[in-house]
């Protein structure tokens, strides 16, 4: 065992028996290198990165690599999750000097942590034009042997580079409506009218991008916006990409048709995709879309939750294929021959053809991704059902995908507002409580007596690595979600608690502009600050929103002012690149929108008939980023509720937004009407 057995990494943890001496991030490891004179080996990955496998199997269980390495370096290994702010300050570096990025990420560093050579994946031997792993090696080495003064000179070049690196941040100018307008008309341009989605292969789902389109449409009535929005949502959901037997999405297809996922299931795709399905089908009434929410969020439960409550960060792509090798996608893959043999001649061609597995197969070997074609046959829905049932009982005795066990808060905060909307649409109480357990750990565990997050826990326990801005945003967001679902004040708190946090801790006070660590965080060559949407909404984005629905609920000014100096990013990359900026512009949408306030009265505190309805329309309808308070008159759970009396004696609810609210009204139909007007 190497020096990172006892982590709380489940990455971390895959490397703790190679025969490299492992250095977790930290000072000690810096220390190590002055003293001995050697530069640092940076690796940085995740335990579900499929290639981040390969390249330890080649590389790093190899022990005359692992002699080499511990003879001439101090190698760090660092989980991107775990640490995101020194994945970004050196993926930054890699983007910089190589024009690309990825994971497994190689860095090579001086003992001042300073970057001077990057790469990502590098092959056992010479490959396609790349370099061997072990010629890297010894290219550093000499390098930093004989010309020291030249790799220096490197390292302080693309430090002084980075430092000088500024965010374009109108924060003085809120995004308006030719922002939006110039954002949707470039995301009109990049989109791929047969397949649905933006650009080509790979292809990502655009889940911030859809909840900007849902949005703008519920506020302006833009149809194209809708239109682009449901036909990716339905191809997707056809595709590969989605798991047609266990619910959930992969994290990429690797076709612009969706048919071949890249096959890791991670949690905050899933989260932020059981939440897009939701909204589409509150706004279209999609069946589809309710069934691809409904699974999405049952998979979140069955497969991702931890015996402490919490979601655990992805599923990996490889498994084993029943010979004892680790292949990626063996357990989702099919044959027309395997079908047959599991559920007989006629259901197994039935299968075949209602599922898309051919002869010549959509992936390797012959072999299919489970797929729903669009085709003429009508099939019975029974049938298919028994299928489909079976086919998954046979799935559960394949060597299941290995489960990365980390609770990031960030990532929970997502799942908690997906679970909790979810339950409240489809009246699912037990999501609802699902979210309530999520929410329940991250304040036993992550919360210190300060409020201040920890990044992650495992098996219940804290991990040592600080939260970072993402966290703050988006456990706010979930905990906003949850407060607004349940009619529970204590989560309107919580939120209130962490995003003090933002304010005093994240945003430069001079100029609105958030940074993605703490003002007292770690110090690193560079303080991140990525306002970005990519895979997750940016810590920027995510708390932007979180401010403004916390404004929204109480009425603070300084989380309301705040919101709107970070919206300043929207202004600039919002027309220029929306599809990396999603988030922001959905945040945007809820800005123009208001957003509205919606307070709900009860006559006690056990809800009726009347309040129910009162509250699930108002939780239904679609003005984006509206806040929902519910809760008995004179109640002080909720500022929202202040001063909000009955209606002759009945339940009743108000609509508010810009300072100025509408009439009181008992009646549902009313007020679907007032949320759902543009």
Not at 342 to 357: K, R
Not at 471 to 484: H, I, N, Q
Not at 524 to 530: A, E, F, T, V
Request: aromatic share 8%; with cysteine; proline share 6%.
């Amino acid at each position: 065992m190497n020096r990172l057995a006892g982590v709380t990494s489940p990455y971390l943890l895959q490397h703790a028996d190679n025969p490299v001496d492992w250095w977790p991030w930290g000072p000690e490891a810096f220390e190590e290198a002055k003293r001995r004179d050697v530069p640092v080996l940076l690796s940085v990955g995740y335990a579900a990165c499929h290639w981040c496998h390969v390249m330890a199997h080649e590389s790093f269980e190899d022990h005359a690599t692992a002699e080499y390495l511990n003879e001439h370096f101090v190698s760090v290994k660092v989980d991107r999750e775990e640490r995101p702010d020194v994945d970004a300050v050196y993926m930054e570096a890699v983007q910089a000097a190589t024009g690309q990025g990825g994971w497994p990420m190689t860095v090579f560093l001086t003992p001042d942590a300073e970057p001077f050579y990057f790469g990502t994946y590098f092959p056992p031997a010479p490959r396609h034009g790349m370099p061997s792993f072990r010629q890297v090696l010894e290219g550093v080495r000499q390098a930093w042997d004989t010309r020291r003064d030249e790799v220096g000179e490197i390292a302080g070049k693309i430090v002084r580079d980075l430092a000088q690196r500024e965010i374009s941040h109108q924060g003085d100018r809120v995004p308006g409506e030719e922002e939006l307008a110039r954002a949707l008309l470039g995301l009109t341009r990049e989109y791929d009218p047969q397949r649905g989605g933006f650009g080509g292969a790979p292809k990502f789902p655009p889940s911030m991008v859809l909840e900007f389109l849902l949005r703008h449409h519920a506020r302006t009535g833009a149809e194209g916006a809708l239109q682009m929005a449901q036909d990716t949502c339905e191809r997707m959901a056809r595709g590969g990409i989605y798991d047609q037997l266990g619910g959930g999405f992969a994290r990429y297809s690797v076709d612009r048709d969706w048919v071949v996922p890249h096959f890791e299931k991670m949690l905050y795709d899933n989260a932020l995709l059981c939440r897009v399905y939701a909204h589409l089908w509150r706004a279209t009434g999609s069946d589809l879309a309710r069934r691809v929410a409904l699974e999405t969020a049952d998979f979140l439960v069955r497969e991702l939750r931890t015996e402490q409550g919490g979601f655990a960060s992805a599923l990996d792509a490889d498994s084993d294929d029943g010979s004892g090798r680790h292949v990626e996608g063996a357990y989702y893959v099919w044959t027309p021959e395997r079908l047959r043999a599991v559920l007989g001649d006629a259901d197994g061609d039935l299968a075949a053809q209602y599922f898309g597995v051919t002869d010549e197969g959509t992936f390797e070997h012959g072999q299919s991704v489970l797929q729903l074609p669009q085709q003429d046959t009508l099939f019975d829905a029974a049938k298919i059902a028994s299928v489909r049932e079976r086919l998954l009982d046979e799935r559960r005795r394949r060597p299941a995908p290995g489960r990365d066990d980390k609770v990031v808060a960030a990532w929970n905060g997502l799942a908690i507002a997906a679970l909790a909307e979810t339950g409240a649409y489809f009246e699912r109480p037990d999501l609802i409580e699902a979210a309530v357990g999520a929410a329940d750990l991250l304040v036993r565990v992550h919360l210190d007596e300060h409020a201040r997050l920890a990044r992650t826990s495992k098996d219940g326990r804290a991990g040592a690595n600080a939260g970072v801005l993402e966290d703050y945003g988006d456990v706010a967001e979930g905990f906003l979600a949850l407060a607004s679902v349940t009619g529970e004040g204590v989560w309107l708190d919580f939120a209130g608690l962490l995003l003090d946090h933002v304010l005093t801790r994240f945003a430069d006070p001079d100029t609105g502009a958030l940074y993605d660590t703490a003002a007292d965080a770690e110090r690193l060559i560079r303080r991140p600050q990525d306002p970005t949407d990519n895979a997750t909404p940016s810590g920027w984005t995510a708390a932007a929103g979180a401010l403004l629905g916390y404004a929204a609920h109480t009425g603070s000014e300084p989380h309301r002012a705040a919101a709107e100096r970070a919206l300043g990013v929207v202004t600039t990359l919002g027309p220029r690149v929306p599809r990396f900026i999603g988030w922001g512009l959905a945040v945007a949408e809820a800005l123009r929108d208001g957003p509205r306030e919606i307070a709900v009265v009860a006559t006690g505190t056990t809800p009726d008939k009347s309040t129910t309805a009162l509250h699930r329309t108002a939780l239904l309808g679609t003005a984006p980023g509206a806040v929902v308070a519910v809760g008995a008159v004179g109640s002080d759970e909720f500022p929202l509720l202040a001063d909000r009396p009955l209606v002759e004696g009945r339940p009743a609810a108000y609509v508010c937004r810009n300072f100025t609210c509408e009439a009181p009204t008992t009646d549902p139909e009313r007020l679907r009407t007032a949320l759902n007007e543009h």
